[in-house]
């Protein structure tokens, strides 16, 4: 495969080696900081970050949340005060904050003393909902970049914050709740996974694994319709939710229901705190307008509910549609396109959130169905298709099919994969990559998406046990689109497999180490992956594993695909599954031609315990801001008395907890990061 840049850019870094040391690891000749990390204040008024869970629930809505995921670079001009995408030196940096490490925000003292589900202490949960969310700050080019602590655009979204709903579901009984009986808002953007932009320079933020925050009641309370999408969403199990923030202790006196909208059981419900759709409020890519502080952010439900990744645009077009690719995260679940009706129209360019109306509130939704020919089709999910009007399930319009999607793709036949994570459109060859994080139930009966159960296929064709107590697809792959005659609105494609990860003591298996990774290129659990929008072509890898913590902490690797087609086919060859699973598939791979050392090559190590996830740059691609993920994640309750025993301090050092962090990486020659 040749690298399809228009420049013959080449990587110039030497390959970072794999290591468990608590840093953060980057190639010799580039340098890093801390820009913004968990509990930095975005304003001169709030204190800083006493880092020992005394900061108060309330100051959270100006200091920089948790678990910093997608992000985005917005230029802004010179003077601070509107758009110019393309100012290098000042901008707004939108992130999402996708969750939390609980024992890090709260006192020794009350993780000591416990959480308890069943009641909860009401500043604790409000400290935690503020935690989540969208920052949106002011960041400013000196000697290096820093937060403008004085720009008037800086601000939080919490998962309390007000959002609008728009688009298709918008009014349907079915997101009907006691804070909006017109069905058109709600409170709160939870679990903002990956992200997305638009061409009119508004940030779309994806909310991902949301569906386990909410008290559910039993199947039995519910209409059997209720049950059958609370099954599909939530699980099965009645629960108190995640962090039980249904659960005061006293019970909800707020006065406004803020708490009983965690609370999803219909029974015993009044007017007044009946949120039994409040579930139905979250799963939606949310559109935000970094430049308008003061505009309510907007769910754009044409895009579908589900456990939104991300959602990544392919390149906008004069005079064709706008089209993003999205992946469900979630083992089994399955690939969407969105493709708006409107043709773009670069008059829309600076037209905020009235542009999203028109692109994003009106379109096609469709899901993939991958064939073992490496051909594929797109599905409309219309309540018009036969098969979606007839299903037991019963949607009532297409509203009903927007909000429960999932049911509408189990429907159609959609392939489930190995949990679609980030997307991505390669500037050149227009082919769409989608990570396959990885999925230990692969090949497993128990594995079902919608009632049925599956083993092997050709687009998910690995199950091996790798002896360290990872089964199925223990190390994930990644997915290539090439969509007919090169048009993103096909409803056709090919496809073959870009990649297959793999750890050191495989290598010298062909059937698991299929891409021919080496030391300077291996990698396990692919999630984060982007092209740069400065280097034509070069493509940043992230990962968030388990498998593979005992010899690497997660890393970043540099790309420089190739095109689909390049490869040829690759028998599949997977050792002792059990006997539904369709063993030794067929696949088209690029066979290691995609892993050379001059093609694929670890760019970065994270410190311990984190995840690597979220990325961008300034438009001249010499600076790259990265997110590092919970480091020390694996630091346990009893931990919390004796911080030396804490896994990570990062990025403090000393005793220090840990903190989810932005940084900055520069080249110190001034160069495009990754030359
Ligand atoms: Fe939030 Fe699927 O990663
Ligand atoms: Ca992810
Ligand atoms: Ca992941
Ligand atoms: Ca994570």
């Known amino acids: ?383 018009t298709n036969a098969a979606i009007a007839a299903a037991t399930y019963g949607f009532a319009d297409q509203a009903d099919v927007c909000i429960n999607c999932r049911l509408a793709a189990d429907a159609v036949g959609a392939t489930p994969m190995d949990r679609p994570e980030w997307t991505g459109v390669h500037p050149v060859t227009g082919d769409i990559y989608i990570t396959l994080t990885n999925n230990s139930k692969r090949g497993s009966t128990s594995l079902t998406t919608g009632g049925k159960s599956y083993g092997l296929d050709a687009a998910n064709p690995r199950y091996y046990d790798d002896g360290e107590g990872g089964k199925g697809n223990p190390n994930g792959h990644i997915v290539r689109i090439h969509e007919t005659g090169g048009d993103h609105a096909a409803t056709t494609f090919a496809w073959d497999v870009y990649l297959f990860g793999a750890e050191n003591d495989q290598f010298g298996n062909a059937s698991i180490n299929i891409s021919g990774l080496t030391d300077d290129n291996d990698f396990s659990s692919p999630d984060g992956l982007w092209f740069s929008q400065a280097v034509p072509g070069l493509m940043w890898l992230q990962t968030d594993d388990g498998a593979y913590t005992d010899v690497t902490n997660c890393m970043m690797l540099a790309a420089l695909p190739g095109k689909h087609g390049d490869g040829g086919p690759v028998n599949v060859t997977s050792a002792a599954v059990p006997s539904n699973a369709n063993a030794d598939q067929t696949v088209t791979t690029q066979a290691g031609a995609d892993a050379t050392a001059a093609t694929l090559r670890r760019f970065l190590v994270g410190p311990k315990g984190c995840e690597i996830t979220g990325i961008t740059e300034t438009p001249d691609g010499k600076t790259l801001f990265v997110n590092i993920q919970h480091p020390g994640e694996r630091t346990t309750a009893a931990d919390i008395a004796t911080p030396a025993n804490f896994q990570s301090h990062w990025p403090e050092g000393g005793n220090a907890r840990p903190r989810s962090t932005t940084v900055v990486i520069t080249k110190d020659d001034g160069g495009i990061v990754g030359a």
């Open 1 to 383: 495969g040749g690298s399809n840049n228009d420049n013959a850019f080449k990587l110039g870094f030497s390959a970072v080696a794999k290591g468990i040391d608590d840093a953060l690891r980057i190639p010799a000749g580039y340098s890093f900081s801390a820009l913004y990390r968990l509990g930095d204040p975005l304003n001169a008024s709030t204190g800083a970050y006493a880092n020992d869970g005394s900061d108060s629930a309330a100051s959270f809505q100006f200091r920089a949340g948790d678990h910093h995921d997608g992000m985005a670079y917005f230029g802004l001009n010179a003077a601070g005060l509107a758009k110019d995408l393309s100012n290098n030196a000042r901008g707004l940096l939108c992130m999402n904050h996708e969750n939390i490490t609980q024992i890090f925000l709260h006192t020794a003292a009350e993780v000591g003393a416990g959480f308890n589900n069943s009641a909860r202490v009401p500043a604790q949960i409000d400290k935690e909902v503020n935690a989540h969310g969208i920052s949106v700050i002011e960041v400013l080019k000196g000697s290096s970049f820093s937060i403008n602590q004085l720009s008037g655009f800086n601000r939080r979204y919490t998962a309390l914050s007000n959002m609008e709903i728009s688009g298709p579901a918008a009014g349907d009984d079915l997101l009907v709740t006691a804070y909006s009986t017109a069905g058109s808002a709600t409170r709160g953007t939870l679990n903002n996974c990956a992200n997305g932009v638009t061409p009119w320079g508004t940030y779309l933020t994806c909310e991902e694994n949301w569906a386990g925050y909410f008290k559910r009641p039993a199947s039995s309370t519910l209409s059997a319709k209720a049950a059958a999408a609370q099954n599909r969403y939530i699980g099965s199990s009645a629960s108190n939710g995640s962090y039980g923030w249904a659960n005061p202790a006293g019970g909800d006196t707020s006065g406004t229901g803020q708490y009983d909208r965690w609370n999803i059981t219909p029974t015993g419900a009044s007017a007044a705190n009946d949120y039994r759709n409040a579930a139905n409020t979250m799963g939606w890519v949310v559109e935000i307008d970094p430049f308008a502080p003061g505009a309510t952010p907007r769910k754009r439900t044409a895009m579908g509910r589900f456990g939104h990744e991300g959602a990544m645009p392919a390149k906008a077009v004069a005079g064709k549609p706008l089209v993003y690719y999205m992946g469900d995260d979630a083992q089994g679940e399955y690939i969407y396109k969105y493709v708006s009706n409107a043709n773009w129209d670069a008059a829309d360019a600076n037209g905020g959130l009235t542009a999203g109306n028109k692109y994003l509130d009106d379109g096609k939704l469709y899901v993939a169905t991958f064939n073992a020919d490496g051909s594929g089709t797109w599905t409309e999910l219309t309540i």
